[in-house]
């Protein structure tokens, strides 16, 4: 999937392979969804939080609490739903971030946004990729976060990580992706937005 070493990238590689079309793979191929027609929609946005560390890139994820009422316990990118005084979807995902992982939006560098990644329960995501210097300092907010953790960027740049799996809900045959990491399993729109982000820097071995 990924054919340049890790170390390649920095900020301006980054942000000028966002600038370029998005894939052009079948959106079942990424696993990018569709809203249930009906269904009201509700426009949000996360930070995919690139930090900067001595031994090459690493991604940022948080773990939702268990008791939420919606995706409980489940790994994530900090974010939410757009606010009405939000002046657009980077402001929302650094304010978000702020929010639930006390990261100040001072310290992050917003490279561009992937795709906008559409769910069956009517949200539209906007994944806005941030670029992160250390020292940095971040307070999770208790009642939403459980842990708040990073991954190598280079886990998620092989093809043989992502799992493949199937199911039925409400009458309809549903897809998604899973990524485990040393006891960790990313699943859902999570993992989607990772396999879309891995085949935008697949650019950069083009």
């Known amino acids: 999937m990924i054919s340049a070493p890790e170390r390649l990238f920095d900020p301006a590689t980054i942000s000028a392979l966002l600038r370029l079309p998005p894939p052009t793979a079948d959106p079942l191929d990424l696993h990018i969804g569709e ?110 976060v459980a842990d708040i953790f990073e991954i190598p960027l280079a886990h998620f740049l092989h093809p043989t990580r992502y799992q493949r799996h199937e199911y039925d809900f409400n009458g309809r045959h549903r897809h998604y992706l899973a990524i485990p990491y040393e006891g960790r399993y990313i699943w859902g729109a999570t993992a989607g937005m990772l396999m879309v982000l891995a085949r935008v820097l697949a650019a950069r071995g083009a």
């Open 35 to 144: 809203i249930t027609e009906g269904t009201k929609v509700n426009d949000a946005a996360v930070l995919v939080p690139m930090v900067a560390r001595d031994g090459g890139v690493n991604l940022l994820f948080t773990q939702r609490t268990p008791h939420l009422t919606a995706h409980a316990g489940q790994i994530s990118f900090p974010g939410g739903r757009v606010e009405a005084t939000d002046a657009g979807r980077e402001d929302t995902a650094l304010r978000e971030t702020e929010e639930e992982i006390g990261l100040a939006r001072r310290h992050v560098r917003v490279l561009g946004t992937l795709p906008v990644y559409p769910l069956p329960s009517g949200f539209r995501i906007t994944p806005v990729v941030g670029w992160i210097e250390a020292p940095f300092e971040t307070q999770p907010d208790p009642f939403e």
